[in-house]
């Protein structure tokens, strides 16, 4: 899409080199032929060093977009990339792509669906009422139970389990919110990746990305009704126990375990090899490894039993 | 249904007109062609004023029946009003309906199914195993993605995007018990209605009313594995994230935002633009507004934020 | 499967008499023909009591197996039990399973699937996009909403509901961690139980059970979107309200009331008759019957009411 066009849409002033801008992303990850934003002053001092082609920014944000990248100046850059982020949303279906490929020895229930571009590995089972989409991508021996919709350009590594009703790829919760209280979606272009020997319990719900992937590392079990934001990163092996949920952009190490009814916030990083006790709610990020915490606010476990012994003590 | 015949199901005695009685409706909204139930004498002032045709009534409460309506007295009325309900349900499906109807340029996955009776609007796109229910309604460019299941009756505005797995109009957690202990279900039989602009999670469960409408008002954004019970309603542009939980009968206004693992008892109201934090749990009607809440027993933010800070120092 | 074969599997040394062993099982259910393990030092004391034909145990435990049984030692019994387990899984399809039988009366949407070997009564409506697997049998007048999933060898009684998108059957949370870290899944070869007039919500999700069943008794009532774990029972007319979720093998006596978000650890006893509060956290087994509980620790429901007015002065 032409940058002169975006610009047209958001309604910015444009007087530089007409790019062609494939892709949106962050100010970090945004290359020369992307276009990013930034809607929080926090992000400001990344606008300075950002590879972006274009970045929606406001008036008081202008001044520190490099010379090399084109600023679209709007008054609500949030709206407004709102506003663009459908135009790069790809089609749901797209019967132009080439038909599935199935691999040797792997079982398609007649009662499946595997849409145009999807590629499934050897040695799986795809049982019925099963949803595989477009340009979507299973690796080999992998069991995936009825009912389960995986969303397209998600990809699911070898050896993985997805029980009956899980959801692999949905929007994460992604909108821009006007002074009127209305609200538009951000498309959600980015899409979920997780690697080998994942298991994902039945009706537990993994959202695709924004930009870029939620990322599920090798070995991680997730238990069933498990919530997981878009763009959170779980760490290899961690364990996410029933009920526990994750918002937007949470990372944690490897062997990082929640316990059920469990939850973070978003944006935080949690250092490996630590467990969270069930119903703990975490955040803010974790820099200590190996430890065991608990309650909400949440605190180490011997604070939580020591807090609960001085309550117990209220009641005398 | 003739009144009389309700009254021999119920063993109440009954020498009034026999009128022919329609369908069940609550105290308030009950018309003369129309049967209500007092059951709790938190409701007994609702009785005199009622215009319903006739009231199922334990003889402590026969009293307020106003003279226009007939009294059905038995010994337990919320048992015999679930014993009732059954004869007011509509089949789950009716081959008798005609064809459903799907609007221009709609696609529907041939393996969805849509129930006879129901009307699917223009440029929709109904997915893979979605089930669409008897004599439901869904507006013009609406997304179903696959494994959504829609109740009959129930109706889906324009623009609306249903996730993975969602569930639209199943039953209301209803049901009276005896002195045994046993449960007898209360046949829901209202619906589901969501107004336009409304994005509904994946796995999110939205129940039908026992009478009359669950109401998702325009703009509304749902995220995942988030429960609406019967009779709720939820204001326009609400927000409720995640995992969060909503009792029967609860009302609130436009621009409320719950977090996640948050949640609200039954039966309350809540003014517009409040936010409540994740994990608050909302046990009584909330008349300011624009103010923001936390914890269970929920509380102001600002209280809760000095509560964890007491709570603190206990620990020295 | 010959016991030697297991032996030679996990690396055990093995001299006794190469019996068939025909299943796993814990030690105080597993027969002559049965393998079973002890993993944990609080279960030591079962070993000796024992019916099991073999145990798979570590150097320390040895000595408590009875001379009738065969003790294979290892270094880590869960880790190889796990590996064992695999051996035991039935497949999941079985086209060599006779066709399935469906009862007079009964309607079965087209667009559902019953695996072979599955057996349904009369008078039910299975709908649209549900699976019923291998072996498994649904009772009398039975209703299964679209989107179901009920897995191989589960039961589901008389007079049952199952609601949209509920799953029956998925695998219990279990695996075993080495010292890397890593997981290995133990195979849930048990399954799940329904007794007659059970109601199961949308979404809602019952693991089967690790070995036998998880048992889902006469009457229970539950709600959407809850986690049953594996070998949890429920007692007759339960009420599970939404969101609430059980650990593995915890038990509860009849008309226990869970509120929403409520929620129990593993392997604790619920005497009858007690009612959680909405949020309840059960951490331990529970004696009296007839109180109501509150909180998380949880405590009676009135000196929960006392705490909240204790915490409430903290604030002044």
Redesign the interface.
């Known amino acids: 899409m032409k940058l002169s066009e975006i610009a047209n849409i958001i309604g910015a002033k444009f007087d530089g080199v007409d790019i062609e801008i494939e892709s949106m992303n962050t100010l970090k990850d945004a290359g020369a032929s992307e276009l990013s934003f930034v809607a929080n002053s926090k992000y400001v001092k990344d606008v300075s060093l950002s590879n972006a082609g274009a970045i929606i920014v406001d008036a008081k944000t202008m001044e520190f977009v490099p010379e090399a990248c084109v600023a679209l100046v709007v008054e609500n850059p949030y709206w407004e990339m709102a506003e663009v982020s459908k135009y790069f949303a790809p089609p ?2 797209d019967k132009t792509l080439p038909s599935s490929k199935i691999g040797a020895n792997t079982t398609v ?1 007649p ?1 499946a ?1 595997i849409a145009n571009g999807a590629i499934v590995g050897e040695n799986c ?1 795809i ?3 099963v ?1 595989i989409g477009a340009n979507s991508v299973i690796g080999d021996n992998t ?1 995936i ?5 995986v ?1 397209r350009d998600c990809i699911v590594g070898n050896n993985c ?1 997805l ?3 899980a ?1 692999v790829g ?2 994460g ?1 992604g ?1 821009a ?1 006007n002074k009127l ?3 538009k ?1 951000i498309y959600q272009n980015g899409n979920v990746v997780l690697e080998d020997d994942v ?1 994902v ?3 537990t ?1 993994l ?1 695709r990305a924004v930009f870029g992937s939620t990322l599920i590392k090798k ?1 991680v ?1 997730i ?3 498990v ?1 997981v ?1 878009h763009n959170c990163e779980i760490g ?2 961690s ?1 996410l ?3 526990s ?1 994750f ?1 937007g952009s949470t990372k944690m190490g ?2 990082t375990v929640f316990g ?2 469990s ?1 973070a ?1 978003g944006h935080i990083e949690i250092a490996p ?1 630590n467990t969270f006790a ?2 703990t ?1 975490v955040t803010k990020s974790v820099k200590e490894t190996g430890l065991t915490f608990a309650g ?2 949440f605190m180490d476990h011997k ?1 939580w039993l ?3 012994g ?2 117990a003590r ?2 005398k």
């Open positions: 749901i279906e229930s009662k669906e089972m049982m019925a009422h949803y069991i139970y009825p009912n389960v919709t969303y389990v029980h009956a009703g959801v949905s929007d919760f909108f919110t209280g209305e609200h979606k298991d319990g039945a009706n719900t959202d070995g079990r238990d069933n009704l919530q934001g290899e092996y364990v126990v029933s009920q949920g918002a490897r062997n059920a009814q939850g916030s090899f069930a119903r709610g909400f606010p604070s020591k807090l609960q001085r309550l209220l009641l």
